[in-house]
């Protein structure tokens, strides 16, 4: 008997099972849902309130507010990359784009598409320090971080958003709901889907998982870092732009400190949602997930009166508890 | 004459200056020999509530054409970068210190390093009193700004009128416990409640904390506590993203008939008097108390008097569909501003003494 | 056609090659020897445009080349199976093997199916078994070494550069792989290949071209007028006839005191999923070799012992005396070493300098230095373990990373031998290591079984198994199906029981 | 000849040198200690009194409130752990000592032990939970980050600090200088050299910076990672719990929102002073040079008049080519 027959039959005709994957990519998420769902049952069942139009709609906008941008982060932390400068595009491209239509007339659309086009600058900006210097964009952003919220100061004077033309179909149209949802929420989902969809399914998205899984094989592979760098980046400005843009479209107005503390509430939402800050690989969907969680979890807190003092705590018990279960869930499916 | 404590002020790199202007005293009299002065001024945050007090102080400098102000201000109030800037500031020798000293305990030793180096302890507190609160060991004797206590009290009172709301209205008031532990926020809330409980017994007062910085986070908040309390009759929050979520939620019709007390609005408040939304306000004109400040320390500075000790009274004032368009022009424009206010300020300058009032004043009590 | 002419590298004050010359043609096998150290990873990888030369020039088909890259270079059909895995662990067997060149559906959608279908020719070529949806980082060594070999192949290269492609590989994977480099041979490949097995090369290759100390010593030999003596005096130079002397009887006659109780004892021992009832006594002195193929349960047994792994059933006595160990740090201070075959990721602390990779067990899970490190006792430590294994390093405070494979390979032993342990678990401690080392090695490993330790091993090497075990345990999906004694251990013999579970 | 006769070629001789470790470590501060001396004489060259006393002393006071909690960031960062609960844990303890000495009117002293007890406390709870759910350090602060900045609320009921006993020797000793040097700027100095040696010289610097190079080789080498981490995460506990009590020895008060941002600041000046995210190595006094050039930015502001709205702007461009010099430095150090 020859030493490959062996092999051979072990082999097997190696089926065309993504079962494996799927139930990986499944099982990713399935931490963070669990705890969702528990969280709105918790509050949901003790206070039927809780499930009133308003209130799901406000908190589908905070959350569509902060996922948006953790969508970007996602791509991120996949390059075990972190970006702190995203508070402060968020800033600038809400003040950007209300100063447009406030103080200097411009038509509404066109004022929001030159605030899109400054986030993807100041992502860009973040892209080519980073690689320029050859540093983690934690680094740049460090700068950048205070460098942007610097321009919502300058930007603003200090001053709260001027006047603005509230009655444009711009601020009716994205500020408002479709279907029952806030527009906002459709455009989390649907940009959610067509980032899982580049993450899982696209040579971005694997040059970026890739990058993230081993850096040294990846410049080895020829892939080019820097560059996957820089567009992940300027994703994450546009997002954090585009998230800037439909709040001042349902805001209608904002005061300088907007945005101030974001930075932190998104790489929140990314890592409950269950992206690891080991690289190689990131759960759009469940960056969504995250910022649902944490947005309910501030509507809990209104709904069991809990003393505002202790407001805090309960959240750090509840973010402790969400975060533990899913640690726990995840090494268990790693065992079996 | 001098400051009533100019004597004994001892050997500091300030002091020559101090000597020069008390030496100078008699000549600073007309407007052509105006002296010279340095003053320096610190701000703990920058918000369109200080802001406008900044623009206030630079339009009694540009109106004098002799002060020259070293102005600074840190982006958050932590204690620490502002401290540090004051005290990197105090090294010039100003012959004026204009401080609000938000987070108080980071300031209580620079304060006592002012009080030796800047000649005559010419240092105002303005919009943050606290560095002259009672009890402080602090050597702050002047604060210029409206009591927060007393503007809260206005504010619900001039809600509660227009909304003719009385003590047999039944329902729960919102009130936001928005950055707790911050005092000027928390004597707004506490006055708030004070007229609560006086006018509307049968109210019952549902407290929460919202987010002072993250306006989706804050609306988020007020949009569960609208939902939590569908009897709500009248809502009331200290920060500016309380004003933000409230406006909101009037002009997307989803806090009913809430009647709303608006402290300070900004520029989305005031358009939601102008629309109707929201029946009025109450504004603590921020703007006077930079003025009055930089007059005040100027003409100590120059030997002209100090300014008198205790609380010098800024006022608060009513905004309502009368007055509605003359503030949000003020809000276009610094020179609108100073249109609106200066009269304002220059009446209190009028009449100094009748505007001063013990410090404990100033405090809810 | 390709050539390299006149290639120097330095790296800092290290002169890893100094002035060679190769070629390599279509349809040729053309390997390439040295010692380790000696610049052959050095040479291939500038071959392959992984590094860039400090001097000397790349010709491919007699036009002047510089690549950018390692994938510019498989663009242009040099393609590189480099000795150190570069894998992607998060990513899965087929994004490793497509990365850069998945098949698009639509323009923008990767092709899952279409990578399935495009890798079947080279899963049927290299008998892959496993999963290559699972993410590489699961799979074993020898796996990732298959997942790096397809992933060459599946660039149909016309030339193919394979730098120690079977160091972890099961002698069936060797074979078929050798079967496929004959099969690309005639498809006119012109083949680089890297080895320590010297009888693979000569198995195979057409030419070969030896290094030393970064220098061609034989240029482009024909295989027939070369012997297997010969290619290893040109690799060691002088250094050879030391090498045979002290090595050429591979098995001094040892006693071993089997009246003595055992000293490691394991008495019906099964691991959940793994092993079924495994019962084993070693004795002091004694090298007892446990064979089996990747997945029957020879490494679930090292692991046990080493305290990463929990027994389901049975008993475990260390040489010491204490039972089965519940973690690592137990394990070693019951005098428990393992030598992993994996020293990238297990093994070594690649940035860190080799005194301190000797050092870290000594010094922190057993405490021997005091709470205090110092540099003195560490450098020391680093020269014993160069001067008796030969480590070739610039200084101990280079980092380990910067060693040549087999050098780092040395290093990981010593770290381990440092510890002076009572029961030593070696997989693969011999990998990648050139012949004159392995010898040394082998005659440690003897060495210190003398001084009373428990040495059990394990290797995909069956050939170095049978040299140096007393005895040998085989292993088949997770039964122990019988033991071959001293006299009964062959290569072949060994071959045929870990793939049947039969002993002849 | 021997078999070595090859190697030892190569080898060159090989003299007992640490030279190679020794100058990487140089380096490794140069450019953040370049970085400090270049704003430093920009800054003191056009305006001297930046010179004077009371100046250097506010920015050495501002800077060790930072760097003494950085020191224990860098032992996480060398693990490749981030740490976000520190503001939480020095403003609890600020307040914890507090409220004991004012309304409790327990000895100062006492209550500055007790509060650096909560510090290892709250800092030994996130390496349990972190240890427990097999989680990063980042995941479990997210949530104790919030726990412990409700703690506060808590402990202060929303008031500020009571009144103190400010006569007591604890106030004038750790609150005043002493020769000629704020008392907290001798803390830093005196515990940055002592965790510089126990970084660089100490078994437990070796465990720290072996999981941060290789966590799965350094678990195969016995190395108890789950204990190390513990005990990093206790003594970066107490290094905030110091830094909290010291504040309140020269602040003598306090308001709730005390430490708020401060864990920013900190990683900030971990990373500005050369401490890289990849683990493996830690500067720890690149922490302090990290947090004194932040502190000479603040200086700097006020010395060349910036515009306050310009502030942020200029802090930031100022950070960035600090690390981007830096950055470069290094890379010209790692190739030559
Ligand atoms: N990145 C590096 N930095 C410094 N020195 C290096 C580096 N890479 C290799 N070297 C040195 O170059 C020389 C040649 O190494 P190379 O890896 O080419 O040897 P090799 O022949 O492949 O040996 P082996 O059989 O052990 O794999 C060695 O002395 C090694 O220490
Ligand atoms: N439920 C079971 N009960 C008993 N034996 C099993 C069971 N499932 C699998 N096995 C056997 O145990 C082996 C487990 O393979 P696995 O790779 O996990 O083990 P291992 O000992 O770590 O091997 P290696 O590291 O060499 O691959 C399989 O080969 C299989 O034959
Ligand atoms: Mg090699
Ligand atoms: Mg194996």
Same mark, same amino acid.
């Given at each position: 008997m020859s030493p490959t027959a062996d092999a051979a039959k072990v082999a097997a005709p190696s089926a065309p099972q993504d079962g494996r994957w799927r139930r990986s990519v499944r099982l990713q998420e399935l931490g963070p849902l669990l705890g969702l769902v528990a969280i709105v049952l918790v509050i949901g069942v003790t206070h039927s309130r809780f499930f009133s139009d308003t209130v799901i709609m406000s908190n589908v906008r905070t959350a569509s507010v902060v996922a948006i941008i953790a969508f970007g982060i996602v791509f991120l932390l996949a390059m075990t990359e972190i970006d702190l400068s995203v508070g402060g595009i968020y800033g600038v491209c809400f003040y950007l784009a209300a100063k447009l239509m406030g103080d200097s007339s411009v038509d509404p659309y066109l004022a929001a598409v030159i605030a899109l086009a400054a986030g993807v600058a100041m992502g860009a900006f973040n892209g080519v320090a980073a690689n320029a210097f050859r540093v983690p964009v934690i680094i740049v952003t460090l700068g950048t971080f205070s460098l942007y919220r610097g321009l919502v100061s300058v930007i603003s004077g200090g001053e709260a958003t001027p006047t603005l033309p509230v009655d444009s179909s711009f601020f009716t149209t994205f500020g408002g709901d479709w279907l029952g949802i806030p527009v906002i929420g459709w455009f989390a989902v649907v940009i959610g889907a067509v980032l899982t969809f580049v993450m899982q399914k696209t040579r971005f998205g694997v040059m970026v998982r890739a990058v993230g899984s081993n850096r040294e094989a990846a410049r080895f592979s020829g892939i080019p870092s820097g560059r996957v760098r820089l567009y992940a980046l300027m994703l994450t400005g546009l997002l954090a732009a585009l998230s800037g843009v439909l709040s001042l479209a349902y805001f209608e107005a904002g005061d300088p400190s907007i945005g101030r503390g974001l930075e932190l509430n998104v790489i929140a939402a990314a890592i409950i949602g269950g992206t690891s800050l080991s690289g190689g690989t990131g759960s759009v969907p469940g960056a969504l997930i995250g910022a649902l969680i944490v947005a309910a979890i501030t509507s809990g807190l209104v709904f069991f009166k809990v003393d505002p003092l202790w407001g805090d705590v309960v959240t750090g018990i509840v973010i402790l508890v969400a975060v533990g279960i899913a640690g726990l869930l995840r090494r268990q499916a790693a065992r079996t | 004459g001098c400051g009533s404590s100019g004597g004994d002020s001892t050997a500091t790199s300030g002091t020559s200056a101090?000597?020069?202007?008390?030496?100078?005293?008699?000549?600073?009299?007309?407007?052509?020999?105006?002296?010279?002065?340095?003053?320096?001024?610190?701000?703990?945050?920058?918000?369109?509530?200080?802001?406008?007090?900044?623009?206030?102080?630079?339009?009694?400098?540009?109106?004098?054409?002799?002060?020259?102000?070293?102005?600074?201000?840190?982006?958050?109030?932590?204690?620490?970068?502002?401290?540090?800037?004051?005290?990197?500031?105090?090294?010039?020798?100003?012959?004026?210190?204009?401080?609000?000293?938000?987070?108080?305990?980071?300031?209580?030793?620079?304060?006592?390093?002012?009080?030796?180096?800047?000649?005559?302890?010419?240092? #105002?507190?303005?919009?943050?009193?606290?560095?002259?609160?009672?009890?402080?060991?602090?050597?702050?004797?002047?604060?210029?700004?409206?009591?927060?206590?007393?503007?809260?009290?206005?504010? #619900?009172?001039?809600? #509660?009128?227009?909304?003719?709301?009385?003590?047999?209205?039944?329902?729960?008031?919102?009130?936001?416990?928005?950055?707790?532990?911050?005092?000027?926020?928390?004597?707004?809330?506490?006055?708030?409640?004070?007229?609560?409980?006086?006018?509307?017994?049968?109210?019952?007062?549902?407290?929460?904390?919202?987010?002072?910085?993250?306006?989706?986070?804050?609306?988020?908040?007020?949009?569960?506590?609208?939902?939590?309390?569908?009897?709500?009759?009248?809502?009331?929050?200290?920060?500016?993203?309380?004003? +933000?979520? #409230?406006?909101?939620?009037?002009?997307?019709?989803?806090?009913?008939?809430?009647?709303?007390?608006?402290?300070?609005?900004?520029?989305?408040?005031?358009?939601? !008097?102008?629309?109707?939304?929201?029946?009025?306000?109450?504004?603590?004109?921020?703007? !006077?108390?930079?003025?009055?400040?930089?007059?005040?320390?100027?003409?100590?500075?120059?030997?002209?008097?100090?300014?008198? /000790?205790?609380?010098?009274?800024?006022?608060?004032?009513?905004?309502?569909?009368?007055?509605?368009?003359?503030?949000?022009?003020?809000?276009?424009?610094?020179?609108?501003?100073?249109?609106?206010?200066?009269?304002?300020?220059?009446?209190?300058?009028?009449?100094?003494?009748?505007?001063?009032?013990?410090?404990?004043?100033?405090?809810?009590? | 056609m390709y050539s390299a002419r006149d290639i120097t590298k330095r790296y800092g004050g290290v002169q890893a090659l100094a002035g060679a010359t190769f070629e390599v043609d279509p349809g040729e096998v053309h390997a390439l020897l040295g010692a380790n150290g000696a610049g052959k990873s050095t040479l291939v990888k500038i071959l392959a445009g992984g590094e860039r030369p400090t001097s000397g020039t790349l010709r491919l088909d007699g036009a002047p080349t510089a690549f950018k890259s390692v994938e510019d270079a498989a663009r242009r059909g040099v393609a590189l199976v480099s000795q150190e895995l570069n894998l992607f662990p998060a990513l899965d067997g087929l994004h490793n093997l497509f990365l850069m060149r998945e098949p698009v559906s639509g323009h923008v959608a990767i092709s899952r199916r279409g990578m399935r279908e495009r890798a079947q020719r080279v899963v049927r070529q290299l008998g892959l078994a496993f999963d290559l949806e699972r993410p590489v980082g699961e799979l074993a060594l020898g796996e990732q070494q298959l997942v790096e070999i397809a992933r060459a192949l599946l660039g149909d290269p016309r030339i193919l550069i394979l730098d120690e492609p079977t160091s972890a590989l099961s002698a069936d994977e060797t074979a078929r792989l050798l079967g496929v480099i004959r099969s690309l041979r005639e498809h006119g490949v012109g083949i680089v290949f890297v080895s320590h097995f010297l009888e693979d090369v000569f198995e195979v290759a057409d030419a070969v071209t030896i290094l030393r100390g970064g220098r061609v010593v034989v240029a482009r030999r024909p295989v027939g007028e070369l012997t297997v003596a010969a290619a290893v005096d040109g690799m060691l130079g002088e250094a050879a006839a030391a090498v045979r002397s002290g090595a050429s009887p591979p098995q001094v006659e040892r006693t071993i005191d089997r009246r003595d109780?055992?000293?490691?004892?394991?008495?019906?021992?099964?691991?959940?999923?793994?092993?079924? *009832?495994?019962?084993?006594?070693?004795?002091?002195?004694?090298?007892?070799?446990?064979?089996?193929?990747?997945?029957?349960?020879?490494?679930?047994?090292?692991?046990?012992?080493?305290?990463?792994?929990?027994?389901? *059933?049975?008993?475990?006595?260390?040489?010491? +005396?204490?039972?089965?160990?519940?973690?690592?740090?137990?394990?070693?201070?019951?005098?428990?070493?393992?030598?992993?075959?994996?020293?990238?990721?297990?093994?070594?602390?690649?940035?860190?300098?080799?005194?301190?990779?000797?050092?870290?067990?000594?010094?922190?899970?057993?405490?021997?230095?005091?709470?205090?490190?110092?540099? +003195?006792?560490?450098?020391?430590?680093?020269?014993?373990?160069?001067?008796?294994?030969?480590?070739?390093?610039?200084?101990?405070?280079?980092?380990?990373?910067?060693?040549? *494979?087999?050098?780092?390979?040395?290093?990981?032993?010593?770290?381990?031998?440092?510890?002076?342990?009572?029961?030593?678990?070696?997989?693969?401690?011999?990998?990648?290591?050139?012949?004159?080392?392995?010898? /040394?090695?082998?005659?440690?490993?003897?060495? !210190?079984?003398?001084?009373?330790?428990?040495?059990?091993?394990?290797?995909?090497?069956?050939?170095?198994?049978?040299?140096?075990?007393?005895?040998?345990?085989?292993?088949?999906?997770?039964?122990?199906?019988?033991?071959?004694?001293?006299?009964?251990?062959?290569?072949?013999?060994?071959?045929?029981?870990?793939?049947? +579970?039969?002993?002849?």
């Open positions: - | 101090a000597s020069t202007s008390a030496a100078g005293t008699s000549a600073a009299t007309t407007e052509a020999a105006k002296k010279d002065v340095n003053l320096a001024m610190v701000m703990s945050f920058q918000i369109p509530y200080f802001i406008a007090a900044q623009h206030g102080a630079e339009k009694a400098v540009a109106d004098d054409g002799a002060i020259k102000l070293a102005l600074q201000a840190a982006e958050a109030p932590t204690g620490v970068k502002e401290v540090q800037m004051a005290e990197n500031l105090l090294v010039d020798g100003p012959q004026g210190f204009a401080v609000n000293p938000c987070v108080l305990p980071a300031w209580s030793k620079v304060l006592k390093r002012m009080e030796t180096e800047v000649p005559d302890n010419n240092v #105002i507190a303005f919009s943050c009193k606290q560095a002259a609160a009672p009890g402080q060991t602090s050597p702050v004797r002047t604060f210029v700004g409206a009591s927060d206590a007393k503007s809260g009290e206005e504010a #619900i009172t001039l809600a #509660i009128d227009k909304a003719k709301l009385d003590a047999s209205t039944k329902g729960t008031a919102l009130v936001s416990e928005c950055a707790k532990g911050t005092p000027i926020l928390d004597e707004r809330v506490a006055g708030a409640e004070k007229v609560l409980k006086q006018r509307l017994p049968n109210v019952k007062i549902v407290n929460f904390t919202t987010d002072p910085a993250d306006a989706s986070k804050n609306l988020s908040t007020w949009s569960s506590v609208v939902q939590d309390n569908p009897d709500a009759v009248i809502a009331f929050g200290p920060c500016d993203s309380d004003t +933000g979520s #409230i406006v909101t939620l009037k002009n997307k019709g989803s806090a009913g008939d809430v009647a709303v007390a608006l402290l300070d609005p900004t520029e989305a408040g005031l358009q939601a !008097i102008k629309s109707g939304k929201v029946t009025g306000g109450v504004s603590t004109a921020p703007w !006077i108390a930079g003025f009055v400040t930089i007059d005040l320390l100027a003409k100590a500075a120059r030997g002209e008097g100090a300014a008198p /000790e205790g609380w010098i009274d800024t006022g608060t004032y009513p905004v309502t569909e009368q007055n509605i368009d003359e503030y949000l022009q003020a809000a276009g424009s610094p020179d609108a501003q100073s249109a609106l206010f200066q009269p304002m300020a220059e009446k209190i300058l009028g009449d100094l003494q009748g505007n001063t009032h013990p410090l404990d004043d100033s405090f809810p009590n | 109780e055992a000293a490691l004892r394991l008495a019906d021992v099964s691991i959940r999923r793994k092993v079924r *009832g495994v019962t084993l006594d070693a004795h002091p002195g004694e090298i007892v070799g446990l064979a089996g193929l990747e997945g029957s349960g020879v490494q679930a047994i090292l692991r046990m012992l080493f305290g990463v792994e929990r027994p389901m *059933g049975g008993r475990v006595v260390l040489p010491g +005396g204490g039972p089965c160990p519940r973690g690592i740090a137990e394990a070693i201070r019951a005098g428990v070493a393992f030598v992993p075959a994996d020293r990238k990721q297990t093994g070594l602390h690649l940035e860190k300098p080799i005194a301190e990779n000797i050092s870290l067990v000594s010094s922190c899970a057993l405490r021997r230095d005091g709470l205090v490190i110092r540099n +003195g006792p560490m450098a020391q430590r680093a020269e014993t373990w160069r001067d008796r294994l030969r480590v070739a390093m610039a200084s101990p405070w280079a980092p380990v990373g910067a060693l040549s *494979g087999g050098n780092q390979q040395k290093v990981l032993f010593a770290k381990w031998l440092e510890t002076g342990p009572s029961l030593m678990l070696l997989d693969d401690p011999t990998r990648g290591v050139d012949v004159g080392a392995k010898a /040394e090695m082998q005659g440690v490993i003897r060495s !210190i079984a003398e001084g009373g330790t428990v040495v059990l091993y394990t290797s995909s090497d069956l050939q170095e198994m049978a040299a140096l075990c007393d005895r040998v345990l085989v292993f088949y999906q997770g039964d122990v199906m019988g033991e071959l004694g001293r006299d009964e251990l062959s290569e072949h013999g060994l071959l045929q029981a870990v793939t049947t +579970g039969e002993l002849v």
